[in-house]
T-cell receptor, first 111, second 113 residues
Framework: TQLLEQSPQFLSIQEGENLTVYCNSSSVFSSLQWYRQEPGEGPVLLVTVVTGGEVKKLKRLTFQFGDARKDSSLHITAAQPGDTGLYLCAGGGGSNYKLTFGKGTLLTVNP | EAQVTQNPRYLITVTGKKLTVTCSQNMNHEYMSWYRQDPGLGLRQIYYSMNVEVTDKGDVPEGYKVSRKEKRNFPLILESPSPNQTSLYFC????????????FGEGSWLTVV
């Protein structure tokens, strides 16, 4: 069974600070996704990375896929209260649509 | 508007009483799946389907059944619910196997007493 470990599990910061969330595994994934989930709602896909070393940016969010495709990071610059939520990473094994999720990082950005 | 619709959103039921959670998507997606989300355990895949009449087990299939008779619908069936199936359930659909265009439903809170 493939496992994804996310760290930190909880993160509380002040508005304007920068932060990085990590997603690590001993397994290789064909793709890795990041989601944000707000209370009472389903996860919303933020980005998919598929190539080792790939970097994608989404406004103040920067996503990186490790060279060996076993890990990923999410960096948020100048965090805002609207960034508050549960951030999930999920790894895909290829064509069989089987996704493995990490347990998530609960981010709170205080005004 | 792209939608994945789950029903019911909230349900309290008793042990052993069969129930079905419906899931419907309006995007003509081939891929659909069911997850459960539990505190400390995260999201775990129950079953997934790659097309009509094609389904496969995820990580935690025990106690659940699914069917995919139509492309748009993917119901989750609990034949004999038990308290350990109390959870938040999500249905998801995607147009491709990598999940690049995946959409999740709003979730179904299920309590089995």
């Amino acid at each position: 069974t493939q496992l994804l470990e996310q760290s930190p599990q909880f993160l509380s910061i002040q508005e304007g600070e920068n932060l990085t969330v990590y997603c690590n595994s001993s397994s290789v994934f064909s793709s890795l996704q990041w989601y944000r989930q707000e209370p009472g709602e389903g996860p919303v896909l933020l980005v998919t990375v598929v190539t080792g070393g790939e970097v994608k940016k989404l406004k103040r969010l920067t996503f990186q896929f490790g060279d060996a495709r076993k890990d990923s990071s999410l960096h948020i610059t100048a965090a805002q209260p609207g960034d508050t939520g549960l951030y999930l990473c999920a790894g895909g094994g290829g064509s069989n649509y089987k996704l493995t999720f990490g347990k998530g990082t609960l981010l709170t950005v205080n005004p | 508007e792209a939608q994945v619709t789950q029903n019911p959103r909230y349900l309290i039921t008793v042990t052993g009483k069969k129930l079905t959670v419906t899931c419907s998507q309006n995007m003509n997606h081939e891929y659909m799946s069911w997850y459960r989300q539990d505190p400390g355990l995260g999201l775990r895949q129950i079953y997934y389907s790659m097309n009509v009449e094609v389904t496969d087990k995820g990580d935690v299939p025990e106690g659940y059944k699914v069917s995919r008779k139509e492309k748009r619908n993917f119901p989750l069936i609990l034949e004999s619910p038990s308290p350990n199936q109390t959870s938040l359930y999500f249905c998801a659909s995607s147009s491709d196997s990598s999940g690049n265009t995946i959409y999740f439903g709003e979730g179904s809170w299920l309590t089995v007493v």
